[in-house]
Structure formats: structure tokens, C-alpha cells
């Protein structure tokens, strides 16, 4: 049989089996050649390679395209002989086929359920998974393991890519959820031990470092027709349009007439009706907050959300407190009055207080200018937006919103905000929109 000539893999960064088939490929020192797909905009050539599934990774051996991780893995072994992957005797390797069957059939499932469950919910979910890896653990210990790193000795076979390849995505997981322990060296020792050889191996270093680079989707085009519907009175739209900038985003920019929307702009935003949108490539993105994190996953230079998934988890977290909490109570404290209005403004400073103190104790890097430190976050943005509204409203009512001696990290990070050039340029520049 003939040497292939043309080796070509499509993934993605974050596919856990897709990193398996990288780990395999260059276990067997095959040169390939990797294409990134973009999950959320798949290529035609991409799905005309699995048109069954339509996922990845698909591995194509001179123009043949080869689905699903767990095949592609044996085909590889079977058309590149040295190192071998699977056992040379006939049971042995049946064994390896039921369980890495088991891994794909029980524990990688369980392991979105515990991701999308929560509480008790989540422990249920955590305990059953935990099950399922003791009795992987007993099964290869009973029927397959030999002395030495890895389940077939020296060098890492089939179910050793798969475990090792788990147990990352186990770390991560720990890591998302505090608390959580999937990794546990006295229940599956054998299972821990093996994980941790594994990713001590060269080739698993040097795949997580290329894939680190999240290299650019072939099947992504640069956006190039941006387009914001806002209003110059807007806090929501005025976000956007900081984001935008910060990132260095070239866009045109409509300023919506909110007493007579047009057609087209209904069109964008036929639920809510309301400013921002933002229109990249004629699809319309609705609702500052969406449209915030969209932006950020769209253009990746100055990222505004933390790597760290807990972090992330913590400033959605906070920035949806802010929209459904501190937002709606600001314009009950400025629509009633009297009695009322104290009450409603004493409710406001609680919620403010709240915030400062869970920014701080969760977020705050300790003597920085921004929540992130030097670098604007999505937070500081968000925060920054509502200085202009209470600001603007201390103005209009005669109200004291911002007290710095009860929110000072607050007051330091809006008032450092507002200092910034793009900050007062946008403003200048919707301030021109005001007045026409």
C-alpha cells in the first residue's frame, strides 16, 4: 500500500476529540496539514466531508474523509503500523475496543451533564460519573493493564489518548467548578496515574501550545460591513460603541429615531424593538450584553473577558446583576418621589453596595485601575456606561447616586473609565447626535 501523500485534519481548538486525532497523528510522526473550522459558520468543503454528523474532527487521507474520533484513531493505527496503538492479540484488542466504547457511551455524556446541572442536580450527576470511572478503573485493571506507565506498558496506546485526553477536560472542569473533584487518586488511582504521564509526553505539550494559538478559522471571513442602530441618549448603545472602539473596529453608525423606528431597523430587532443592534455582514445581533460578548469572541485583540472560565463564569455573573438588578431600581428611584423616592434610592445604594463588595472579593485585582487590572474588561465597560446614566440622573433629580465613600472601588474604576480617549471621543461624538 502506498504512503498517503495529501494528510489533512479539521477541527477545533477547544474539541477534546479532535485533540485526540493531533495526538495520535503525531504519536506516529505523520505530518498533516490542520484546519481550524469554525463551529458556528461550517464550510462547505466541511460538511460535504461529514455530511452525517457535520462535526469534528474530520481527518481527509487523499481526498478520502474519515469521520469520528474513536474511528479515525483506529484507522490511523491501521494505516500507520509503527508505534502500535492496539494490542497484537486478537481478545486483547477487543478489550480495548469495549472500553474506550464505554468511555465514549457512559462517562463523556455524564460529563455534560454534570457541566449543564446544577446543586443537587450536579451532585447526582458528579456521583454517577464517578461510578462509571471506578468501574472503567477495575476493567482495565482485570483486563487489559500490564506494568508500567501507560495500559500497555512503555507507550501510549488507543485507550491511553482517550483517558489522558479526558482527564484534561477533567482538569478544566475542576477548575470551572470549584469544589468539584473528578480526579480522585484513591478512587482511580491507576486511571490518575495514567493522565498524568500522559501529560507529561512532548507531543501533548506541543499540540496544547498550537492549539493555544486558536489558529484563525479558514472558513471565517474578516466582517466586513459593520453596522450599529443606536441612539445618542442610549447607555446601551453608548457600550457598544466603546467596545467597538477598544477593539479598533472600523463601523458605520445609525442613529435610530425611537419615536419613528423605520421598517429596516424593526426588521433588525423585530422582538424587542429597541436600540442596540449591531448588523455584521447583514446578521443582526440584538441586546448590549449579547452583543458585548459577541464582539469579543468576534475580534480577539484586547479581549475584555478573563481566560480563566470561573472568572468568566463571575463577570456574567455581576454583569447581569447590574442589568436586572441596579438598572430597573435606578429608574424606580427616579420616576417616584417623596417617601418613596427615599426608599427606592436607599434600595439602590444596597444593590450598588452588593456590588462593590462581590467585584471586590471576586473580580478586583488590589491596587489596579480596572477590575483586570490595567487592561478594560467587560465589567469596566458596563461600568462605565452607568456612570453617564447616574451621573446624568444626580443631574436631572437632585439625587446623590455615586458615594464614594459607600461604593469607592466603584466610583475609582467609573471615574478612571471616563478619563480614557475613545471614552471621550464617543461621547463627544454622540453628544453632536443629541443635539440635532
Known amino acids: 500500500m502506498a504512503e498517503p501523500n495529501e494528510i489533512k485534519l479539521f477541527g477545533a481548538a477547544l474539541s477534546g476529540y479532535a485533540t485526540m486525532v493531533h495526538h495520535a497523528l503525531r504519536l506516529k510522526g505523520v505530518s498533516y496539514d490542520y484546519v481550524n473550522v469554525d463551529l458556528k459558520n461550517k464550510s462547505e468543503e466541511f460538511l460535504r466531508m461529514n455530511p452525517v454528523h457535520k462535526k469534528v474532527p474530520v481527518l481527509v487521507v487523499d ?34 475496543r469495549f472500553w474506550a466504547d464505554f468511555i465514549y457511551q457512559k462517562m463523556a455524556p455524564q460529563t455534560y451533564a454534570i457541566r449543564l446541572s446544577e446543586g443537587e442536580a450536579q451532585k447526582k450527576a458528579v456521583e454517577e460519573f464517578l461510578g462509571y470511572f471506578k468501574t472503567l478503573e477495575d476493567g482495565i485493571n482485570k483486563d487489559i493493564y500490564v506494568q508500567g506507565p501507560f495500559v500497555h506498558g512503555e507507550n501510549p496506546g488507543i485507550l491511553d489518548i482517550i483517558i489522558g485526553t479526558l482527564g484534561a477536560g477533567l482538569k478544566y472542569f475542576e477548575q470551572a467548578f470549584p469544589g468539584l473533584k473528578l480526579l480522585d487518586k484513591e478512587l482511580v488511582p491507576l486511571s ?23 489558529p484563525k478559522s479558514l472558513s471565517m471571513d474578516e466582517p466586513k460591513d459593520i453596522k450599529l442602530f443606536g441612539s445618542a441618549r442610549s447607555g446601551y448603545a453608548t457600550l457598544v460603541h466603546h467596545a467597538l472602539r477598544l477593539k479598533g473596529v472600523s463601523y ?20 424587542h424593538k429597541k436600540v442596540p443592534v449591531l448588523v455584521v455582514d447583514g446578521k443582526p445581533i440584538p441586546e448590549s450584553l449579547v452583543i458585548l460578548q459577541y464582539v469579543d469572541e468576534t ?4 479581549p475584555i473577558m478573563p481566560q480563566d472560565p470561573y472568572l468568566k463564569s463571575k463577570v456574567r ?48 485585582v488590589q491596587g489596579s485601575l480596572f477590575i483586570n487590572g490595567l487592561k478594560l474588561g467587560l465589567l469596566d465597560i458596563i461600568l462605565g456606561g452607568c456612570r453617564n446614566v447616574l451621573k446624568r440622573m444626580e443631574g436631572l433629580h ?14 475609582s474604576i467609573m471615574d478612571a473609565y471616563a478619563e480614557l480617549d475613545f471614552v471621550k471621543e464617543t461621547d463627544e461624538m454622540l453628544s453632536q447626535y443629541a443635539k440635532a
Open 317 to 364: 455573573f455581576w454583569s447581569d446583576f447590574i442589568y436586572q438588578k441596579i438598572v430597573p431600581q435606578t429608574y424606580v428611584s427616579i420616576q417616584s418621589e417623596g417617601e418613596a423616592q427615599k426608599k427606592a434610592v436607599e434600595e439602590l445604594f444596597g444593590l450598588l453596595g452588593t456590588l462593590e463588595d462581590g467585584v471586590k472579593r471576586e473580580l478586583h
Open 63 to 96: 481526498g478520502k474523509p474519515v469521520a469520528e474520533s474513536l474511528v479515525i484513531l483506529q484507522y490511523v493505527d491501521d494505516t500507520w503500523k509503527q508505534p502500535p496503538f492496539m494490542p497484537q492479540d486478537v481478545y486483547l484488542r477487543s478489550k480495548v
Open 252 to 271: 458605520d453608525y445609525v442613529n435610530v429615531d425611537l419615536k419613528n423606528k423605520s421598517e429596516e431597523f424593526l426588521r433588525m430587532n423585530p422582538v
Open 398 to 411: 437632585g439625587l446623590k447616586l455615586l458615594d464614594e465613600k459607600q461604593i469607592p472601588l466603584l466610583c
Open 192 to 214: 490518575c496515574s495514567i493522565i498524568d504521564a500522559y501529560a507529561e509526553l512532548d507531543i501533548v505539550k506541543d499540540t496544547a501550545e498550537m492549539l493555544r494559538q486558536r
Open 299 to 302: 475580534w480577539k485583540e484586547h
